[in-house]
Antibody, heavy 119, light 107 residues
């Protein structure tokens, strides 16, 4: 069955970086893109960006552009999201999700990774 | 960016009720509209994509309709497991923005 398993919770200081992993299994990894969505405590969902697992092309939300890098490792079927220069308002649950290439929708999600930014 | 506005933001309903949630886009998005359900502490779950296509495994009491700027998610007969927050998302152009959510609570 399709599974996306994310790395564990992180606590970081302001200005630091965090790298969240998303291990995919149960499907052809390069046939689907990976999107990243975050959710601040008690708030709604925020789309951060997308990466093609086929060729590495990316699209980022302007809000995090310049601070975020999304990558994939096809040998281990793992996607990564690195966020730099962390601020307190980056405190959120970060989700990876699978995106079919024929229609942009998120049909399978990871369990989420809580990133807490605090001094 | 395309703004997505859901209404109501919250509602109280009873088991068996018909529930309707609307989502309005700030510009036409054709049928590039998805609906997700999220329960507390859990990842979102896809319900509907392309405005009206039911995701595999999702009960048929969920349905979606609309095109252009106005969309609707309907739950024909609310079940106890349906109490959750529902989000719409446009996917016509990045950033793929979400609505603010609609929380369905028990009356």
């Amino acid at each position: 069955q399709v599974q996306l398993v994310q790395s564990g919770a992180e606590v970081k200081k302001p200005g630091a970086s965090v790298k969240v992993s998303c291990k995919a299994s149960g499907y052809n990894f390069i046939a689907y893109g990976i999107s990243w969505v975050r959710q601040a405590p008690g708030q709604g969902l925020e789309w951060m960006g997308w990466i093609s697992t086929y060729n590495g092309n990316t699209k980022y939300a302007q809000k995090v552009q310049g601070r975020v890098t999304m990558t994939t490792d096809t040998s281990t079927t793992t996607a990564y999201m690195e966020l730099r220069s962390l601020r307190s308002d980056d405190t959120a649950a970060y989700y990876c999700a699978r995106e079919p290439t024929d229609w942009a929708h998120l049909d399978s999600w990871g369990q989420g990774t809580l990133v807490t930014v605090s001094s | 960016d395309i703004q997505m506005t859901q209404s109501p933001s919250s509602l109280s309903a009873s088991v068996g009720d018909r529930v309707t949630i609307t989502c309005r886009a700030s510009q036409s998005i054709s049928i590039f509209l998805n609906w997700y359900q999220q329960k507390p502490g859990k990842a979102p779950k896809l319900l509907i994509y392309a405005a009206s296509s039911l995701q595999s495994g999702v009960p048929s009491r969920f349905s979606g309709s609309g095109s252009g700027t106005d969309f609707t998610l309907t739950i024909s007969s609310l079940q106890p497991e349906d109490f959750a927050t529902y989000y719409c998302q446009q996917s016509v152009s990045t950033p793929y923005t979400f609505g603010q959510g609609a929380k369905v609570e028990i009356k």
